[in-house]
């Protein structure tokens, strides 16, 4: 696959319902219906990083892609490309292919693959939770789209595939806000530095003597 290429990404630590793995996947048959030349390209391992585990000898991963898969032709089905866990090059290389990208959660920890997805200057379709609005400004530097809203997420992903001008739009203002607000060396790093150095100005660290 390539940049010219019709690329939908969606990425997990691991594929669980509350990174919104669950969600993509009902939106998967229609979308693949209404993308005839699209590919879905999932990164993610099988294990559980937040919330509940699934049923004993079962995987998340698994039991949502039987829940879809007798809604999707097999044709369709050759699209979808889950890639497993991969080496931080391979991570780079498939968000810089990427048409959009789709990034869902529970209101969490903001996952780093979104911020990296951002610099890659992705067009992002994203839930609207909190904290990925602090990140993503609906019609700025992303698409927000209510977290249960099926056809919502459907749409906004077609709408933007449709439109290169505002995939560029969106990508652009991204990657700027992401290096302004979450650059490691010149924002994130001193910041965190500072408030180290704030609090142990507050609370001194004393002597085992004194």
């Not at 390209?41 to 919330?51: A, N, Q, W």
């Not at 931080?88 to 959009?100: A, E, G, K, N, R």
């Not at 693959?113 to 610099?119: K, R, V």
Request: hydrophobic share 40%.
């Amino acid at each position: 696959m390539t940049a010219r290429d019709e690329v939908i990404t969606f990425i997990n630590r691991n594929l669980e319902p509350y990174r919104g793995y669950h969600r993509f996947m009902r939106a998967l048959p229609e979308l693949l219906r209404r993308r005839p030349q699209a590919n879905v390209v999932l990164l993610g391992g099988d294990e559980t990083s937040y919330g509940a585990k699934p049923p004993a000898g079962k995987t998340w991963k698994q039991i949502f892609i039987d829940e879809v898969r007798g809604q999707i032709p097999d044709a369709d089905w050759a699209r979808v490309h889950f890639m497993g866990r991969v080496p931080y090059p391979t991570f780079l290389s498939m968000i810089q292919v990427s048409t959009v990208h789709v990034y869902l959660t529970y209101p969490f920890v903001l996952s780093w693959s979104l911020i990296e997805a951002m610099s890659a200057k992705c067009a992002i379709v994203a839930s609207d939770t909190a904290p990925v609005r602090e990140a993503i400004i609906g019609g700025q530097t992303g698409v927000l789209v209510d977290f249960f809203d099926q056809e919502k997420l459907i749409s906004e992903t077609c709408a933007l595939l449709d439109s290169p001008e505002r995939r560029d739009f969106l990508g652009s203002n991204a990657r700027r806000f992401a290096r302004e607000r979450y650059d490691l060396k010149r924002i994130c790093l001193p910041r965190q530095l500072k408030w180290v150095d704030d609090l142990a100005a507050v609370y001194p660290v004393r002597s085992p003597r004194d």
